[in-house]
T-cell receptor, first 116, second 111 residues
Framework: DGGITQSPKYLFRKEGQNVTLSCEQNLNHDAMYWYRQDPGQGLRLIYY???????QKGDIAEGYSVSREKKESFPLTVTSAQKNPTAFYLCASSTSTSGSGRETQYFGPGTRLLVL | RKEVEQDPGPFNVPEGATVAFNCTYS??????FFWYRQDCRKEPKLLMS???SGNEDGRFTAQLNRASQYISLLIRDSKLSDSATYLCVVAMKTSYDKVIFGPGTSLSVIP
């Protein structure tokens, strides 16, 4: 089945530790995104990538890093510089061609990050 | 002013009721509009796109008013399974396909 997978479902981070969240898609989508969701707030864009080996900062990129070495994969690293990392992290993908429907985003099941 | 605003609710309605959600957006360059549904502790899923002429999908009707920068979602004959948070989503073309999610409106359908 085509879709987006994220792992782990829950992740615990110690102070000063970097952690990496996995995101894989087999939808053959060009564009991939990372969002952060906090209670009572909308999704906020951390990073996005429209094509392999290219990515751009979103609205809240500080304390995060990404890579896009393969079309299918877009891992997110939460670094020790991110002082308030506890949140629900969602990865999404979309087609990046012209025409209708290109903005429709499909989400993975998310990773909940908690700080110990 | 937030780019996309919604009434946070919660909306508590009995089964069979009709409920309407409203959403406003601030950027007149917005081009595409959607409603997503998010169940508790799950990922958002596309419910329906919103077209200029309005569109219907079963019990769900979406309306767009570009002049007022306003979007609505109407749910008729509410079911218990409709209980979720409904996210208003607006997209525009910038250096990428920028998609902005509203904070969501919570709906609880009560037996």
């Amino acid at each position: 089945d085509g879709g987006i997978t994220q792992s782990p479902k829950y992740l615990f981070r110690k102070e000063g530790q970097n952690v990496t969240l996995s995101c894989e898609q087999n939808l053959n989508h060009d564009a991939m995104y990372w969002y952060r969701q906090d209670p009572g707030q909308g999704l906020r864009l951390i990073y996005y990538s429209q094509i392999v080996n290219d990515f751009q900062k979103g609205d809240i990129a500080e304390g995060y890093s990404v890579s896009r070495e393969k079309k299918e994969s877009f891992p997110l690293t939460v670094t020790s510089a991110q002082k308030n990392p506890t949140a629900f992290y969602l990865c999404a993908s979309s087609t990046s061609t012209s025409g209708s429907g290109r903005e429709t985003q499909y989400f993975g099941p998310g990773t909940r990050l908690l700080v110990l | 002013r937030k780019e996309v605003e919604q009434d946070p609710g919660p909306f508590n309605v009995p089964e069979g009721a009709t409920v309407a959600f409203n959403c406003t957006y601030s950027n007149s360059a917005s081009q595409s509009f959607f409603w997503y549904r998010q169940d508790c502790r799950k990922e958002p899923k596309l419910l329906m796109s919103v077209y200029s002429s309005g569109n219907e999908d079963g019990r769900f009707t979406a309306q767009l008013n570009r002049a007022s920068q306003y979007i609505s979602l109407l749910i008729r004959d509410s079911k218990l399974s409709d209980s979720a948070t409904y996210l208003c989503v607006v997209a525009m073309k910038t250096s990428y396909d920028k998609v902005i999610f509203g904070p969501g409106t919570s709906l609880s359908v009560i037996p």
